[in-house]
């Protein structure tokens, strides 16, 4: 069971957008900075969305973030098979003293 | 290029230990925080550990608190995770990764396999 929220799956046609949603508490999204992996199978996670909604240099901007309270969304536009993935959440919690992660979105292009 | 290249993974009976190391290389290390991330295998990320850039401050998982102890060598560009009482549970491919999270963990390794396994 994981400290934040995710849905198991998505999906959406190729030129679609889609979003991923990712739910916590008060002591992680609520009151700390939310940032998005995305993790093609087999190879190591890779840094999408930092600070909330920061894209570090590399990323499209097909990729946002956004974060409204406790929860925190990913957003994708323009649906490309290329960005099927895994894609997890992550903030520090402060009540655990610890880093956390979601459990994990699979994102399939239909 | 940043790089962060792990080694030390391997096959260890439960109770046992293992040291983990991170080279890292392509950027000023002792600027950075640190990481160690795990991934069990077909299970998602935990994170495991950080270590500021000077390594007064640490924290650890529950789940490894009291056994895993992190540690760097700024001289030697190198990241380390000593890991005693090995479990199953450990089992997973371990990542170094670069960051904070305000920053993001913005570098990641290519990841080194423990497994724990009589």
Redesign the interface.
């Known amino acids: 069971q ?1 400290v934040l929220t995710q849905p198991p799956s998505v999906s959406a046609a190729p030129g679609q957008k889609v979003t991923i949603s990712c739910s916590g508490s008060s002591s992680n999204i609520g009151n ?2 939310v ?1 998005w ?1 995305q ?1 093609v199978p087999g190879t ?4 999408l ?3 909330n909604n920061k894209r ?1 240099s590399g990323i499209p901007d097909r990729f946002s973030g956004s974060k409204s309270g406790t929860s925190a969304t990913l957003g994708i536009t323009g649906l490309q098979t290329g960005d099927e993935a ?1 894609y ?1 959440c ?3 919690d402060t009540s ?9 979105t699979k994102l399939t292009v239909l | 290029d940043v790089q962060l290249v792990e080694s030390g993974g391997g096959l260890v009976q439960p109770g046992g230990s293992l040291r983990l190391s991170c080279a890292a290389s392509g950027f000023t290390f002792s600027h950075e925080t640190m990481n160690w991330v795990r991934q069990a295998p077909g299970r998602g990320l935990e994170w495991v550990s950080y270590i500021s850039n000077s390594g007064n401050s640490i924290y650890y998982a529950d789940s490894v608190k009291g056994r895993f102890t992190i540690s760097r060598d700024n001289a030697k560009n190198s990241l380390f995770l000593q890991m005693s009482n090995l479990r199953a549970g450990d089992t997973a491919i371990y990542y170094c990764a670069r960051g904070s999270w305000k920053s993001g963990l913005d570098y990641w390794g290519q990841g080194t396999l423990v497994t724990v396994s009589s």
């Open positions: 994981s700390n900075y940032s992996y993790q190591a996670p890779k840094l969305i930092y600070d570090p895994d997890y992550g903030a520090w655990l003293s610890g880093g956390v992660f979601g459990g994990g």
